[in-house]
Structure formats: C-alpha cells, structure tokens
T-cell receptor, first 114, second 114 residues
Framework: KAGVTQTPRYLIKTRGQQVTLSCSPI?????VSWYQQTPGQGLQFLFE???????NKGNFPGRFSGRQFSNSRSEMNVSTLELGDSALYLC?????????????FGPGTRLLVL | AQSVTQPDIHITVSEGASLELRCNYS??????LFWYVQSPGQGLQLLLK??????LVQGIKGFEAEFKRSQSSFNLRKPSVHWSDAAEYFC????????????FGQGTTLQVKP
C-alpha cells in the first residue's frame, strides 16, 4: 500500500496570507489527524477527522481549520498567517482513530512564514 | 491531564554500545504507549507500541521497550547501536477517550559516535 502523502512539501508565505495543506491517507484509513511540529513546542495535536467530521480538536486558535472529503483525503487551512505558524505540519492516518491503532505519518509540509 | 516526559533532550553513544531512552507518562487509566523515530526531513516511523499483555515489547530495527506501571515508564532500549540509529526519538501516549490524538514527549536526539 502507498503511504501517507502530503502536498506540498515546502511552502513559503508572508504574514497575513492563508495557506491550504493537503493529506492523502493510506487506502482504507478513515481517520486523519494533524500535528504541528516546532522546535519550541514540539509535536502538538491540531485536530482529527473521521468520516468527514471533526471528531477531536487541540488547543489552537480558530485560524486553524480543516476538512475531510468522502475519499478520506483531508486538508487543513491556516488563515491570517503569523510568523509563529512557521512549522512542520504532519498528518497521520489510521483505520478508525482508535487509541490502540498505529498512526502512520506522512513526510510533512514545511511552512515558512516571512 | 495526560503528559509525557522524556528527560533526556540529547544523548550521545558510541557505535556498538547499548542504548536506553527514558519516557515517563502521566495518565490515570491504562495508557496506549508508542515510540516513534524521526530522521531529518522525514515524518515519524513507528518503532513499537504497547497497550496490553506482555510488558516487554519488541519493535523494528532491534528496539524493545518495557512498560513499568509502578514507575509510569516506558523506556526504549537497544543492545547495540548502529550509526544509522542517529535520529530523534519520540515517546507518545494515546487515550481511548481522545480519538485520533497522540500526546508526544519533547523528543530525545540520539547522536552516534563512530
């Protein structure tokens, strides 16, 4: 099976812009989780989608949003970008998002905000 | 609240030496515990996981980890380190009440000396 894919791999944006990142899960996986990774804060959970519904959410401002399509592909959007949004954004997929399931991670999208 | 602590930010070992990376968690019920490895510019790869049964779990690449409930620990070990093991290692905990969400420790960077 193909692994989790994320596009684009690299992005450069300026403050105030918005950005959309895409994640294609492993075939058959219905749960997609998103994480932000920064040197200062480490890996932090953004949200999880299952069957096109946001089922869980971390402590991020409303500028961070996402959605999931019927084929389980997911997008996350960040509006009004701030310098502090520069990070590696990782998505992970699992069959159903249950705690005992392995989350399989994509390579990430590295976002730089200038 | 759940939390994960990796006390060692950076560890250096000689090639061929044994390795132990420490992980302590805080969680009221039985935790679902994971160790992931991240090479530079890559996503996270699962090394091993524990959620029930034998407290000594075997993973890929010759790694093992032992769950000790009394010490709230899930330390990762390898008897003989190879230069290719140089990477960042993350301990994570999941919960049945928090679908799709992993809480990660801050990570331990492993450097291997020739």
């Amino acid at each position: 099976k193909a692994g989790v894919t994320q596009t684009p791999r690299y992005l450069i944006k300026t403050r105030g812009q918005q950005v959309t990142l895409s994640c294609s899960p492993i075939s058959g996986h219905r749960s997609v989780s998103w994480y932000q990774q920064t040197p200062g804060q480490g890996l932090q959970f953004l949200f999880e989608y299952f069957s096109e519904t946001q089922r869980n959410k971390g402590n991020f401002p409303g500028r961070f949003s996402g959605r999931q399509f019927s084929n389980s592909r997911s997008e996350m959007n960040v509006s009004t970008l701030e310098l502090g949004d520069s990070a590696l954004y990782l998505c992970a997929s699992s069959p159903a998002g249950q705690a005992q399931e392995t989350q399989y991670f994509g390579p990430g999208t590295r976002l730089l905000v200038l | 609240a759940q939390s994960v602590t990796q006390p060692d930010i950076h560890i250096t070992v000689s090639e061929g030496a044994s390795l132990e990376l420490r992980c302590n968690y805080s969680y009221g019920a039985t935790p679902y515990l994971f160790w992931y490895v991240q090479s530079p510019g890559q996503g996270l790869q699962l090394l091993l996981k524990y959620f029930s049964g034998d407290t000594l779990v075997q993973g890929i690449k010759g790694f093992e980890a032992e769950f000790k409930r009394s010490q709230s620990s899930f330390n990762l070990r390898k008897p003989s380190v190879h230069w290719s093991d140089a990477a960042e290692y993350f301990c994570a905990v999941g919960s049945s009440s928090n679908t799709g969400k992993l809480i990660f420790g801050q990570g331990t960077t492993l450097q291997v000396k020739p």
